[in-house]
C-alpha cells in the first residue's frame, strides 16, 4: 500500500474535524445571536410595555379620585412623568382639554394618536375602562370614564415610550457589536481548536507515512489521556510490533535462504556426479542418490513443517480430542524416532512413573508435539549420547520431559527458542531441522491450554509439558 493511500484517512479525518468545530462553533454563535435577539426584541418590549401600562394603570388610579372635584389638578398630576399626556374627550370625541408633563398642552393630536383616541372613546364615554397598545409606533394608551360637569366623558392617558426607543436603538447597536465580536471570537476559537484536535491527527499522519517507507521509529509520542492519546498510543505500539516482525522477516529470509541452499547445494552436486563421474560406480552411485533423497526428505520435512505452523497459526487446525493412553503414545513415536537416534549413535531412554495413563487429547497434535520435541533433542545430543524421556507425576496431571545432554541454554534465551527460526543452542549441533519446530510445539501446547518450558539439570537441557488426566463420567 502507498504512502498517500495510508496517510488520505488522517488527512481526511484533520480536515473533516477541522470542518466539524466550524460548523458547530458558528451554529453556536448563530444561535447564542439568535436568542439575544429574539430576547431583545420579544421580551424586553413586552416587558417595557407592560411596566409601562402598569405605570400608566397606577398614575390613573391616583389622580381619578380628585377629578371631580378638581379636574386640572387631577390631569396635570396625571400628565407630570416624562413623556406623557392626557386627552379629556367629550361622547362627541372633542378632545376638551390637554395636558403634557403637567401643565396645558394643544388640544390637537397626531395621527397615530387621532386613531387612537377614535378607538377608545366611545367604549370608554360609555363606561368601560380600555387599554390600547400599538408596537410599530411604541405608544400604549389607557382610558377610563369620568363625569365633566354633569356629562360623561373619557379621560384618556398617552405614553409613546421614547425612552424604550433609546434603549431599543443602544441595545440593537451593542447586540450588533455583540454579535460581531462573537463571530471573530467564534473564528479564532476555532482555528485554535482545529490546531489543537488536527495537529496531532496530521502528526499521527507523518508516523503512518514513515512506517510506511520502512522506518519503524516508535514515535508519535503524545501524551494526551484522550481519544487520540490512545491513538498514538497504538500507533506507537504498532511500529513496535512492526520493528518485531521486521526483525523476524530478515531472520526468517536468512535461517530459510541457508536452510535451503544447504540441501539444494548437495542435491544439485551429487546429481550432477552421479551423472557425470559415479553412475557407472554402483556403490557410489547407490551412496550419493541416498544423500540426494535424504537432502530432498529434508525439504520435504522443512515445508511440511511450515505448513503445519501457518494452519495452526491461522486457526485451521482445530482440535480433535479424543481418548488415549499418554504412556503407549510416547512409546509410538520413540519407536519411531530410535532409527533417527541410532543412525549417529544416540540412544534413547523411557521411564513412566505408571502405565496405562487416561488423557484426553488430540493425538496427533500431541504426537506432532512430541516428535518435534524428539528431533530437536536428537539434533542437539552429540553422537554416542543418551537423551531421555519420562513421565513423572505433576499436580496439573502428567509431566512430560525430553532431556538431551549439552550446554545449558541462558535464561534470558529460553523465551527465545519457541519462536520461528531461533536456535540458540550449542553451535555445535546437527542443523538438521527446520527452525520452526519448537513453534509448532509451543502452537500446539498452547492449543490444549497446557503448560510448558524448559530447564537445566544435570547437564541436560529438559524440554517438559504438563498434560492434564482424563475426566471420569462422574467428573464430568
Known amino acids: 500500500m502507498s504512502t498517500r493511500k495510508i496517510a488520505k484517512p488522517f488527512l481526511f479525518l484533520a480536515s473533516k474535524l477541522a470542518i466539524r468545530l466550524w460548523a458547530a462553533m458558528f451554529c453556536l454563535v448563530i444561535l447564542s445571536i439568535a436568542f439575544l435577539w429574539y430576547v431583545q426584541g420579544q421580551l424586553f418590549e413586552s416587558n417595557y410595555i407592560t411596566v409601562a401600562l402598569q405605570n400608566l394603570d397606577e398614575r390613573l388610579e391616583e389622580g381619578l379620585p380628585n377629578f371631580n372635584d378638581s379636574f386640572r389638578d387631577s390631569m396635570s398630576f396625571i400628565s407630570n412623568f416624562s413623556n406623557g399626556k392626557v386627552f379629556l374627550v367629550d361622547s362627541n370625541g372633542f378632545v376638551l382639554l390637554a395636558y403634557s408633563e403637567g401643565v396645558v398642552d394643544r388640544p390637537d393630536v397626531d395621527q397615530a394618536s387621532t386613531n387612537i383616541l377614535n378607538s377608545l372613546y366611545p367604549e370608554v364615554v360609555a363606561g368601560s375602562r380600555l387599554t390600547w397598545v400599538m408596537k410599530e409606533q411604541l405608544i400604549v394608551a389607557i382610558g377610563a370614564p369620568v363625569k365633566f360637569l354633569d356629562n ?273 543452542q550449542h553451535q555445535g549441533a546437527r542443523r538438521e531441522g527446520t527452525g520452526i519446530g519448537l513453534a509448532i510445539v509451543k502452537t500446539i501446547l498452547s492449543a490444549h491450554s497446557m503448560t510448558y518450558g524448559v530447564d537445566y539439570e544435570n547437564g541436560m537441557n529438559i524440554f517438559w509439558f504438563v498434560v492434564p488426566a482424563a475426566k471420569s463420567k462422574t467428573e464430568a
Request: proline letters at 4%; aromatic letters at 6%; one cysteine or more.
Open 152 to 424: 360623561s366623558a373619557a379621560l384618556i392617558v398617552f405614553d409613546t415610550l421614547a425612552e424604550m426607543r433609546a434603549v431599543q436603538s443602544m441595545n440593537r447597536r451593542q447586540l450588533l457589536i455583540l454579535s460581531i465580536g462573537m463571530t471573530a471570537l467564534a473564528s479564532v476559537l476555532t482555528f485554535i481548536l482545529s490546531r489543537y484536535f488536527t495537529a496531532p491527527i496530521l502528526k499521527l499522519k507523518e508516523a503512518v507515512d514513515r512506517i510506511s517507507s520502512g522506518n519503524f521509529s516508535p514515535y508519535p509520542r503524545m501524551e494526551r489521556l484522550d481519544e487520540l492519546g490512545e491513538l498514538s498510543r497504538s500507533v506507537e505500539n504498532l511500529t513496535f510490533a512492526l520493528q518485531r516482525v521486521d526483525v523476524l522477516r530478515k531472520e526468517i529470509i536468512a535461517n530459510v535462504s541457508h536452510e535451503l541452499r544447504s540441501p539444494l547445494s548437495l542435491i544439485i552436486g551429487y546429481g550432477e556426479m552421479v551423472k557425470d563421474i559415479t553412475w557407472k560406480d554402483e556403490e557410489k552411485r547407490n551412496d550419493n542418490l541416498g544423500l540426494i533423497i535424504r537432502e530432498a526428505n529434508r525439504l520435504s520435512r522443512m515445508v511440511d513443517d511450515i505448513m503445519d505452523y501457518s494452519q495452526l497459526q491461522a486457526g485451521y487446525g482445530k482440535l480433535n480430542l479424543s481418548k488415549c493412553f499418554l504412556d503407549k503414545l510416547v512409546k509410538e513415536e520413540l519407536d519411531l524416532e530410535n532409527c533417527i537416534a541410532s543412525a549417529h549413535g544416540i540412544s534413547i531412554e523411557f521411564s513412566t512413573y505408571q502405565t496405562g495413563l487416561p488423557v484426553e487429547v488430540d493425538s496427533l497434535k500431541i504426537s506432532q508435539a512430541l516428535r518435534n520435541l524428539l528431533n530437536n533433542a536428537i539434533n542437539h545430543t552429540d553422537d554416542n549420547m543418551t537423551a531421555l524421556v519420562s513421565l513423572t507425576p505433576d499436580p496439573g496431571g502428567t509431566k512430560v520431559s525430553v532431556a538431551n545432554p549439552g550446554n545449558p541454554i541462558p535464561l534470558e534465551e529460553r523465551e527465545l527458542i519457541w519462536e520461528r527460526y531461533r536456535r540458540v
